[in-house]
């Protein structure tokens, strides 16, 4: 049975055929990774506006009128001063 040899530019040229492929697949992989991380971060930012439109639309229940932007500062300055004071949302 007769060997056949492969000179060795066609031996080059097989091992550049599968760098060529590796570096293909590795292409394929990180942009496989970058759409997957942006599909987390919509869901993670989907998940967050949800979760503030319920806050804000609690606290709106509670005060009976919606909160204008004007009156952040004071809502904000009195969760601070009841959380210092209480801390009801610090104890676990």
Same mark, same amino acid.
Do not use: W
């Given at each position: 049975?007769?060997?056949?040899?492969?000179?060795y530019e066609e031996?080059?040229?097989?091992?550049?055929?599968?760098?060529?492929?590796?570096?293909?697949?590795?292409?394929?992989?990180?942009?496989?990774?970058?759409?997957?991380?942006?599909?987390?971060?919509?869901?993670?930012?989907?998940?967050?506006?949800?979760r503030l439109c319920?806050? #804000?639309?609690?606290?709106?229940?509670?005060? #009976?009128?919606?909160?204008?932007?004007?009156?952040?500062?004071?809502?904000? #300055?009195?969760?601070?001063?009841?959380?210092?004071? #209480?801390?009801?949302?610090?104890?676990?």
């Amino acid at each position: 049975m007769a060997k056949s040899t492969k000179t060795y530019e066609e031996r080059i040229r097989a091992l550049e055929k599968k760098e060529q492929e590796s570096i293909e697949a590795t292409k394929k992989l990180i942009a496989q990774r970058k759409e997957l991380e942006k599909r987390k971060k919509a869901e993670e930012s989907k998940k967050r506006t949800h979760r503030l439109c319920q806050i #804000g639309g609690a606290v709106e229940s509670v005060l #009976g009128c919606p909160i204008e932007e004007e009156d952040l500062p004071k809502l904000i #300055g009195f969760l601070k001063r009841q959380e210092t004071n #209480g801390k009801f949302f610090s104890k676990a």
